[in-house]
Every structure is written in structure tokens, then in C-alpha cells.
């Protein structure tokens, strides 16, 4: 055991919903089934449960309301982040750390949403005053009719073209390959092939990105179950392995005030995980890189050096992001097209590929994953390994 | 469409100063009584070195740091003014510090990083509020 790795922690199960536009459910009833779907599959029952951990934006039933619809009675782990997909990392790393200080011994992690058919984080939101009152650092910007993420998004984006020549066709590289690999994946909720034509012609949202360059908003819940390795041995399903992650949250979260756009949280994870984990980027054998937008994807892949600063567009046109090339990127079609589980389904989808289950899209041998969370100012990643 | 006004902001004892030097008509922000640093958005004290902070006029002068064309309609108030162009301003008081700003009166071809870009102040609809826009500078 190395003291900056998590070697000797592992996920053991995985499980969720269908992901769809509109659930006609509760986040609890989700996250409920998402949850004991997991601990099914991890070969326990919810009494071998003795932690919860979720993130959410206060958008969702909390941890000790899921654990009662599972049948936990007891909680020794009770774990709520606040915040959207930049914890999803952060929610796993700190299961773990968890486990491995002995505060539980497997923990079952979670994220339900009503992302399309509830709160919608591309929606000015309706806190139910009229007119709409915003507080904190949206009370300056919104009077300005700007006040979303793909707003401030396409902010971020203009200025990494301005600087780097960066095209809205290396945007769409990257949205016509996830969509690719999402065509082989009957969870995703898009999976119609596109070509770069089609990509162009899609509706702008907030010049430069267009409509197919934004996040797919879904209904739905991922779990996933962490415990000690030591226990993951005696358990059904191969291990996964949390190798090594770090996080970076910065500028007080300001979408405004960061210092330069054309990089992201990633610019400062990106060493430290490279650091602890004892590898680089070429190590790598897929990538579930967080991608609320094609954008967050470019400037990620930058900073964590899979590619040159301007790059990635020709890294993705030249087959390098996918099956045969360096390293598949989101081998499941991504936030962009499996859906907006806000990253927890990037979890999932690293434990499926490194049990080697992934079917007609697994990534062949595949026995590293990087996972990241989060864009902009904020985020954390992860390292998953096979058991060795 | 029904005339939605434009979301309002939710004044807090921190920013209070920010709206109402904009109500007197001058573009405010607080700046550090030691260390002289400007600081946006404000806080109670300075970010950097914890002293004391208070509201001092800026020049009013700034450079496109970055622009989007807002075609989607998403901000309720501006939902019949589509395309408009939202720009974040680098002021020119400090390096780095920057406030994103409709940009009046400017078509989305008109508009390019680097251009220069002056105050001007309006009144917002729906209250009692003033906000600082910029437009291209002659």
C-alpha cells in the first residue's frame, strides 16, 4: 500500500436505472432501485450496508432517506456532498477513504436526478419568486440574461479558440465519436450516428456551441458499492481497484474571475493524479472523461496531456480517441449521449469495461481507467485499476 | 409573449455598495484598504489579505476578454431580445479582473476578442435597479 494511492479499496457492485426524458418517479424510488441493484450485484444484501454517499444540488432525496428505502436501518457513514458533477469523483474518494479509516465498511454510493423532467441545470432556475431574484455571485450576471453553464461555457470556449485556433469542427469531432461508441450501448439515450454535417446543422444554444455539443438531460440513478479489497476478494464480481485521485476546487468556484479559460480544474488535478497513481497518460486504456459539453472534453484531455494544447479535435478525427487508437474516450457515449447522470454513470462504466463485460464496446484489455468529474473551476478524477 | 421582466438581484450587505454606487451612477467595486487590490465578486473583507475593504469608482474602460452570441432562449426578460452578446470585460483597473456584461447596441458581427470597450449605465426592468452594460468604445 502505497500513501497516496487507495489500492486497497475496490469497488464490488454496480447498478441503475433507465435513463430516460421524463422518470414519473421519485428521486428516492430511483436511487432506490439504483442502490440495491448494486448491492444485488456486488453479491450482498442491504444488512451488509453500513455507509451512504451522494452528492447532489439539492435536487434529490438525501442518503439517510435512500437508506431506509432500502431496508438499512442503521448508518455508521452518512454522507452528503453538495454540488453537482464536480463531486462525482469526490463522493467515491471520500467512500473510500472512509473504508479504508474503518468510519464503514462498504459504503454504497449513489446519484438519482430528475435532470430532464425536474430541475434542469441548463434552465434559468425558478426559485418562485417573480420576477426571478438571484443571489450570491448570479446577482451581478443574471440581470445580464446570463446566468447558465452553457453560457458560461461557451465563454470559456470562444476564448480556447481565440487563443488556440480551436474549431467548432474539433468540437464536433468529439460529439460524432461519443455518439459513435453511445450506438453500441442500448442504455444510451441517444444513439442515432451523426456525421459532421448533421453536427453543424443542429440549432446554435450560445454561439460557439451548438445543441449537440451540450449534455444530454436524462432522468435517472447510478450506484456503485465500495468496500475494503480484502472483502472484494471473497465477492462474485472481479474487482475494480481505486488506485489513485485527486481533486482541485478553485477561484471560489467563479466562472468569471479564473484566471485563464483555456484551461480547467484539470490544470491542477491533472499532476497530482498523475503523481500519486505512478503513471501518466499513456497508461491509460479508456477515459471517462466528465463531459457536460464537447468543450469540457477538449480543455480536460489538454490538461491531463493526452493531447497538445489545439489538439484534440485531429486527435479524435484521426481515431485515437476510440477503439484501436491511444485511449477510447467515453467508450459509452458519454454525458453527451448515454445522459446526464452528472458522472455517477462514468463509475459505472469503468467498473462494466474493467470487468470486462462491456460487450460489443468493450475496450479490449482494458486494464486502466481514468474516471474525471466536474469543468470549469472544479472538479477531482480517479485512477481505476484491474485487481493485480 | 407575456412581458417577463428580467431576473432581479438579491442584494446581500456585501454587495449593497456594488448597487448603490450604480443608483448614484458610478461603476463601484470594492478594493482592499492595504493591499489595494480590487476584489469582484465582494465579500465582507479582502480575499487576499483580510483587511478591510470599501467601494471605489473604476474607470469605466475595458477589453473583450471573451464574448458569447446567447441564441437559445434561456434568461427570462431577454427571451424576445435573441441573438444578444454577452462579453466578459477585463476592466482595465487590474489585470484579471473582469465582470460579464451585455454588450449594447452591438451586432454579434460586430463583436471580436481584444476590442475596447466603454461603460454605460441602465436602468434594469422589473425595479428600482441600475446595471452597468458596455458598448464597443468609438
Request: glycine share 12%; with cysteine; aromatic share 8%.
Amino acid at each position: 500500500m502505497n500513501a497516496t494511492t487507495m489500492d486497497d479499496i475496490a469497488v464490488v457492485g454496480i447498478g441503475r436505472t433507465e435513463f430516460t426524458r421524463g422518470s414519473g418517479r421519485t428521486t428516492l424510488g430511483m436511487a432506490a432501485e439504483a442502490c440495491r441493484s448494486a448491492i444485488a450485484d456486488a453479491g450482498l444484501t442491504p444488512a451488509d450496508i453500513d455507509g451512504i454517499a451522494n452528492f447532489q444540488a439539492g435536487d434529490s432525496h438525501p442518503g439517510l432517506a435512500v437508506a431506509r428505502a432500502i431496508g438499512v436501518d442503521q448508518l455508521s457513514l452518512c454522507l452528503d456532498i453538495s454540488g453537482g458533477g464536480n463531486q462525482a469523483c469526490a463522493v467515491v474518494a471520500n467512500a473510500a477513504a472512509a473504508v479504508r479509516t474503518g468510519q464503514a465498511n462498504t459504503v454504497v454510493v449513489y446519484r438519482s436526478m430528475n435532470g430532464r423532467s425536474g430541475k434542469r441545470f441548463g434552465v434559468a432556475t425558478d426559485n418562485g419568486s417573480s420576477p426571478l431574484a438571484v443571489g450570491g455571485e448570479g446577482q451581478f450576471n443574471a440581470p445580464q440574461g446570463y446566468m447558465t453553464p452553457p453560457q458560461w461555457m461557451a465563454m470559456w470556449t470562444k476564448r480556447h479558440q481565440h487563443v488556440y485556433g480551436s474549431t467548432c469542427e474539433d468540437l464536433g469531432q468529439i460529439a460524432i465519436t461519443q455518439r459513435r461508441h453511445a450506438h453500441d450501448n442500448p442504455h444510451a439515450i441517444k444513439r442515432e450516428l451523426v456525421d459532421m454535417d448533421g453536427y453543424l446543422n443542429t440549432r446554435w444554444v450560445h454561439e460557439p456551441l451548438r445543441l449537440l455539443d451540450c449534455t444530454m438531460e436524462v432522468d435517472g440513478a447510478a450506484a456503485i458499492v465500495i468496500t475494503s479489497l480484502d472483502r472484494a476478494r471473497d465477492l462474485p464480481q472481479p474487482p475494480v481497484v481505486i488506485h489513485a485521485g485527486s481533486e482541485s476546487h478553485g477561484q471560489g468556484g467563479s466562472w468569471d474571475q479564473w484566471e485563464d479559460p483555456t484551461v480547467m480544474y484539470s490544470h491542477y488535478a491533472a499532476p497530482l493524479l498523475w503523481q500519486r497513481a505512478g503513471f501518466g497518460p499513456t497508461d491509460i486504456d479508456f477515459a471517462c472523461i466528465y463531459d457536460c459539453f464537447t468543450y469540457t472534453v477538449m480543455a480536460v484531455m489538454e490538461d491531463f496531456g493526452f493531447c497538445d494544447k489545439g489538439e484534440v479535435g485531429d486527435f479524435f478525427s484521426e481515431g485515437r480517441a476510440t477503439h484501436g487508437g491511444d485511449v477510447v474516450i467515453n467508450p459509452h457515449g458519454g454525458l453527451l449521449s448515454e445522459g446526464y447522470i452528472h458522472g455517477m454513470n462514468h463509475h459505472y462504466e469503468a467498473v462494466h469495461q474493467l470487468r470486462h463485460h462491456a460487450g460489443n464496446r468493450q475496450v479490449e484489455g482494458a486494464e486502466t481507467a481514468l474516471v474525471t468529474a466536474g469543468a470549469g473551476p472544479y472538479g477531482g478524477a480517479l485512477v481505476y485499476t484491474v485487481d493485480a | 409573449m407575456e412581458a417577463v421582466p428580467p431576473p432581479q438581484p438579491l442584494i446581500d450587505i456585501d454587495s449593497h455598495g456594488f448597487w448603490n454606487a450604480l443608483a448614484d451612477g458610478r461603476f463601484a467595486m470594492q478594493r482592499c484598504s492595504t493591499c489595494r487590490l480590487f476584489q469582484h465578486p465582494p465579500a465582507e473583507r479582502c480575499n487576499a489579505c483580510g483587511s478591510t475593504v470599501a467601494y471605489e469608482e473604476l474607470s469605466g474602460g475595458g477589453e473583450i476578454f471573451s464574448f458569447i452570441v446567447v441564441r437559445h432562449p434561456t434568461v427570462p426578460g431577454y427571451l424576445d431580445d435573441l441573438p444578444y452578446v454577452v462579453a466578459l470585460v477585463e476592466l482595465d483597473d487590474q489585470p484579471g479582473l473582469r465582470i460579464p456584461t451585455r454588450l449594447a447596441g452591438a451586432e454579434p458581427t460586430d463583436v471580436s476578442i481584444g476590442q475596447r470597450v466603454q461603460i454605460a449605465l441602465v436602468d434594469l426592468a422589473g425595479g428600482n435597479h441600475t446595471v452597468a452594460v458596455f458598448e464597443l468604445a468609438e
